[in-house]
Nanobody
Framework: QVQLVESGGGLVQAGGSLRLSCVAS????????MGWYRQAPGKQRELVAV???????NYADSVKGRFTISRDNAKNTVYLQMNSLKPEDTAVYYC???????????WGQGTQVTVSS
């Protein structure tokens, strides 16, 4: 069983920065992916950035060049550095860990990011 706890959301003006953190408890092996999704009001949850099983990263086109995902394996923590934030980045951001063998998804409770214009 994996439990995820996110932190770091908040209110920021357009052009500002925030860093999200997600600490995972439980056993996270190389068979897991770790990443961030977001869901804006009235929209479907979408991928923001993820570490694949091989350790490479994928980003949504809308955040490329502005957001950076990183991880500290010793702390079982994944981060999302968000720069040059835009009002359209406003959403609840969720940390995700997926067991790629059994295709089981684990989700954090979500953290609100609000970008004012």
């Amino acid at each position: 069983q994996v439990q995820l706890v996110e932190s770091g959301g908040g209110l920021v003006q357009a052009g500002g920065s925030l860093r999200l953190s997600c600490v995972a408890s439980g056993s996270i092996s190389s068979m897991y992916t770790m990443g961030w999704y977001r869901q804006a009001p009235g929209k479907q949850r979408e991928l923001v950035a993820v570490f694949t099983r091989g350790g490479s990263t994928n980003y949504a086109d809308s955040v490329k060049g502005r957001f950076t995902i990183s991880r500290d394996n010793a702390k079982n923590t994944v981060y999302l550095q968000m720069n040059s934030l835009k009002p359209e980045d406003t959403a609840v951001y969720y940390c995700n860990v997926q067991n790629t063998i059994w295709r089981i998804d684990y989700w954090g409770q979500g953290t609100q990011v609000t970008v004012s214009s």
